[in-house]
């Protein structure tokens, strides 16, 4: 799959599955814009990308802000004067639950990141990607499609949100020959524990538990199926949705 001279933007780059996709693109020629909040994470997905491929190039920039996510595009086109893929990776949540009277906070918070910022930077994207006939991939959960745990329930709306404006758009963009998909991972080994859940208690071990699989993904899987999206092997897939879950949907209880 190369992507030799085309153009990639990954937000939410600086770690996870963000940026394994990123380190993935880059193997495969891409010239890659890697984004996100954490200059020395950045720094360290820069360096993986640069002994990888190309070396990238960094915004940091935090997309729940306007005069950012506008940035990243100005920064991408003056560096390099196209956009052949946008994936959508960056995302937050914050532990809430109705009856502690904190859940509108936290929804806002959530979906200024996961839903807001996605459509923005899309509308941003688009007049470049409709030139290049180049590709959206979006980076939802199986969160959006049963809820998996509570305190989690913006999350798991902003998901279910991103799910119905990728098929949305993706109808919206296919006459101008602009793919749009999903991803959407199950329990996947990155620092989303530890930044967003608030339960101390529970680990990747005990997450394995709850699948059916026994196991937790690696970001690396997710990221080949990010790739195999924005590929030309995908030229006839649109509005779809791609689970990798270790059969999460099938049985997931916490």
């Not at 914050?94 to 923005?120: C, H, P, Q, W």
Request: one cysteine or more; hydrophobic letters at 40%; glycine letters at 8%.
């Amino acid at each position: 799959m190369s992507f030799s001279n085309k153009v990639v933007i990954v937000t939410g780059a600086s770690s996870g599955i963000g940026a394994a996709t990123a380190v993935q693109f880059a193997k495969e020629g891409a010239k890659v814009v890697i984004v996100g909040r954490n200059e020395s994470k950045l720094k360290n997905v820069a360096e993986q990308c640069a002994r990888s491929g190309n070396k990238p190039l960094v915004v940091k920039a935090d997309v729940s802000n306007d005069d950012e996510v506008k940035r990243i595009v100005t920064e991408t086109i003056n560096e390099f004067g196209q956009i052949d893929v946008l994936v959508n990776n960056a995302g937050m949540a914050f532990y809430s639950n109705i009856l502690s009277g904190n859940i509108l906070e936290a929804y806002d918070k959530t979906l200024a990141v996961n839903m807001r910022a996605v459509v923005l930077l899309t509308s941003l994207a688009v007049p470049h990607l409709v030139k290049t006939k180049g590709n959206i991939v979006n980076i939802s959960s199986i969160a959006g499609k049963k809820t998996t745990m509570p305190g989690l329930l913006p999350y798991e709306i902003s998901k279910a949100a991103l799910d119905h404006f990728t098929r949305g758009a993706a109808l919206e963009l296919a006459p101008s020959g602009v793919r749009v998909n999903t991803v959407s991972p199950g329990p996947v080994r990155t620092d989303f524990i530890d930044n967003n859940t608030g339960n101390s208690e529970m680990t990747w071990d005990s997450v394995s538990d709850t699948v059916p699989l026994k196991r937790v993904s690696e970001p690396e899987e997710i990221g080949e199926i990010i790739l195999y999206l924005a590929s030309e092997k995908a030229k006839g897939v649109t509005g779809s949705d791609f689970v990798s879950d270790n059969g999460g949907l099938l049985q997931f209880k916490v």
